[in-house]
T-cell receptor
Framework: QQQVKQSPQSLIVQKGGISIINCAYE??????FPWYQQFPGKGPALLIAIRPDVSEKKEGRFTISFNKSAKQFSLHIMDSQPGDSATYFC????????????FGTGTRLTIIP | GAVVSQHPSWVICKSGTSVKIECRSL??????MFWYRQFPKQSLMLMATSNEGSKATYEQGVEKDKFLINHASLTLSTLTVTSAHPEDSSFYIC?????????????FGSGTQLSVL
């Protein structure tokens, strides 16, 4: 099965710090890489997504860095806030997001005061 | 923006009964919908892809007769867990691809927590 590997499994960051979550994929046919945020008992919500034709995308405090040759991408959350405490999933799909998503294993992020 | 409505949010049922979960695209048409299952503290695992007007495509290891999927219209897909057992207790989430050329590609429902006693 196509895999997307995510690390770390859990992460604790102090308020105001930078949270960094990493993902690696195997299938070079993937061309759409979104990040989702999920709170307990809720469905995932899209944070930010990137295509492999760019190496970085920034939206507010969230930045995706993408390394096509290494088949890796990461999420950076700047100025992390307690409200950012949630589980984050990276994902990948083909056909620019019009096909099924393969999710990473998730990272439980906790922002401490 | 586009919204996917999933109902019910939670359901408790006795072992052996069947449970139906509905997923509706509220302001766009979805010829395809995806059904995921998520166990506590785990990732979302794709169960099946429902296709309007044709049979659903199931992922390897998912029992077709256990998890019945019907894509009755361009805005409605249903997942029926038949003869539910405690091991079927999980969080079920549907999603639908947007028909917009730009912006968010996939919209998720709010999920259904199924508890089988």
């Amino acid at each position: 099965q196509q895999q997307v590997k995510q690390s770390p499994q859990s992460l604790i960051v102090q308020k105001g710090g930078i949270s960094i979550i990493n993902c690696a994929y195997e299938n070079t046919a993937f061309d759409y890489f979104p990040w989702y945020q999920q709170f307990p008992g809720k469905g995932p919500a899209l944070l930010i997504a990137i295509r492999p034709d760019v190496s970085e995308k920034k939206e507010g405090r969230f930045t995706i860095s993408f390394n096509k040759s290494a088949k890796q991408f990461s999420l950076h959350i700047m100025d992390s806030q307690p409200g950012d405490s949630a589980t984050y999933f990276c994902a990948a799909s083909k056909n620019f997001g019009n096909e099924k998503l393969t999710f990473g294993t998730g990272t439980r992020l906790t922002i401490i005061p | 923006g586009a919204v996917v409505s999933q109902h019910p949010s939670w359901v408790i049922c006795k072992s052996g009964t069947s449970v139906k979960i509905e997923c509706r695209s509220l302001d766009f048409q979805a010829t395809t919908m995806f059904w995921y299952r998520q166990f506590p503290k785990q990732s979302l695992m794709l169960m099946a892809t429902s296709n309007e007007g044709s049979k659903a495509t199931y992922e390897q290891g998912v029992e077709k007769d256990k998890f019945l999927i019907n894509h009755a219209s361009l805005t409605l897909s249903t997942l029926t867990v038949t003869s539910a057992h405690p091991e079927d207790s999980s969080f079920y989430i549907c999603s639908a691809p947007s028909d917009m050329p730009r912006g968010e590609k996939l919209f998720f429902g709010s999920g259904t927590q199924l508890s089988v006693l």
